[in-house]
């Protein structure tokens, strides 16, 4: 029988966490060396970022742009490294926001030594621009839309309270039975909040300027809906983020974008839901454009279980220090049966960042080797 894909999830804006897989650090050279050579190759800068990644909670440093991004990159990267270096390179990788950066460089879209000048380009294209916040949001899109005025793919609600899309052309407004919603022109002052990322069946992300995410914020916790803010200062993958993402976009054709490697794993992209083609990899503002536009993990992954699920069955590589990245996918039927498998990279709780996290990677690495050495064994290892 054929055996289980492995599918390396890796995390994004606001599943970083202190010292999130710092327990490889000195205990797993595959790991170890690429850390270094990103903080060696940023100098001064890097200096700092170790210094950043390395702290206990709290550090509230780490809610910084500047700072989480360029670690989340660096990060995911290097876990895709010690896989790849200790078992095999996965053979799907999904990677939420900045992850699919990381992603990226791992199959060869983007040269490795690159990693720090590619983090350094995407905080510059930050500079002055998408200030404002994200909130992780319990609830599905469909339901925001009717509470919010009409979400789409990129939508946000206008000055006037109108729909507008990331070109800046009016959208018109409908609730789920098609009916046009009402009140939505009282509601101006959720102006440029937009869905960012869907991330569970349950689980929307929107992003806005801080004063527009506020007011929707208290509107859905007057409805009873759960809400909770993400370690975010910008309003990423949504309209406002329009600028920098176009300035990346520039950036990256600087560094010579390539077609993926075959042998190195496929990327599927969270923004298309599909695999990233050879003429996306080699545009620049493929990847730029991600900065401004909606991550549709979900979307992705439950495509993945559903065509890949039970036919042989996925391996889910969860490379979050939250276990967020897995946590819908366990709900899936899938997963429930047995047939597909979530196997955690990294400990978490107060485990998270110490040498528990050395003890579950070689766990997941144990777990890779039984597929190798017995194919076609569906077992689930608890």
């Known amino acids: ?21 710092a327990g490889l650090y000195g205990a797993r050279e595959e790991f170890t060396a690429p850390m270094d050579e990103f903080f060696g190759r940023l100098g001064t800068t890097g200096a700092r970022l170790r210094s950043a990644w390395l702290r206990p909670a709290p550090n509230p440093e780490l809610d910084e742009s500047a700072v989480a991004q360029p670690l989340l990159l660096a990060v995911g990267h290097a876990l895709g490294r010690a896989v790849g270096a200790a078992a095999e390179p996965p053979a799907l990788l999904l990677g939420h926001s900045v992850g699919e950066l990381a992603a990226a460089c791992l199959v060869g879209v983007f040269d490795p030594a690159d990693i720090g000048a590619l983090a350094a380009a995407r905080s510059r294209a930050l500079e002055g621009t998408g200030h404002g916040g994200m909130l ?4 599905p899109e469909g339901q925001l839309a ?3 005025g009409g979400f789409g793919d990129g939508l946000a609600v206008g000055a006037d309270g109108g729909i507008v899309g990331a070109d800046g052309a009016d959208r018109a407004v409908a609730g789920a039975d098609g009916v046009a919603v009402a009140g939505v022109a009282d509601r101006a002052a959720f102006a440029g909040v937009a869905v960012a990322a869907l991330n569970g069946p349950r689980q929307t992300v929107l992003a806005g300027p801080r004063e527009a995410l506020a007011a929707v914020e208290q509107h859905l916790r007057d409805r009873g809906i759960l809400v909770r803010a993400l370690r975010s200062g910008h309003a990423f993958h949504s309209p406002v983020m329009a600028g920098a993402a176009l300035r990346f976009g520039e950036a ?15 990327v599927v992209s969270t923004r298309t839901g599909v695999a990233v083609t050879e003429d996306q990899a080699r545009d620049p503002h493929f990847w730029g454009g991600q900065l401004a ?16 699920g039970r036919r042989p069955g996925l391996l889910l590589l969860d490379g979050s220090a939250d276990r967020s990245l897995s946590a819908p996918a366990r709900h899936h039927p899938a997963v429930r049966d047995g047939a597909s498998e979530v196997v955690p990279l990294l400990a978490v709780g107060r485990d998270a960042g110490g040498p528990a996290d050395a003890r ?4 997941a ?3 890779l080797g039984e597929q190798r050495d017995h194919t076609g064994d569906h077992t689930v290892v608890s």
Do not use: C, I, K, N
């Open 1 to 21: 029988m054929e055996r289980r894909r492995s599918v390396l999830l890796l995390p994004g804006q606001g599943a970083q966490r202190e010292r999130m897989a």
């Open 136 to 139: 992780a949001v319990a609830a």
């Open 146 to 148: 009717e509470e919010l």
């Open 252 to 266: 990256l054709a600087g560094f010579g974008p390539r077609a993926p490697r075959a042998a190195a794993g496929t």
């Open 293 to 308: 536009a909606p991550v549709r993990y979900w979307p992705a992954l439950r495509e993945l279980l559903d065509t890949l």
């Open 360 to 363: 579950v990677f070689a766990e």
């Open 365 to 367: 690495l144990h777990r």
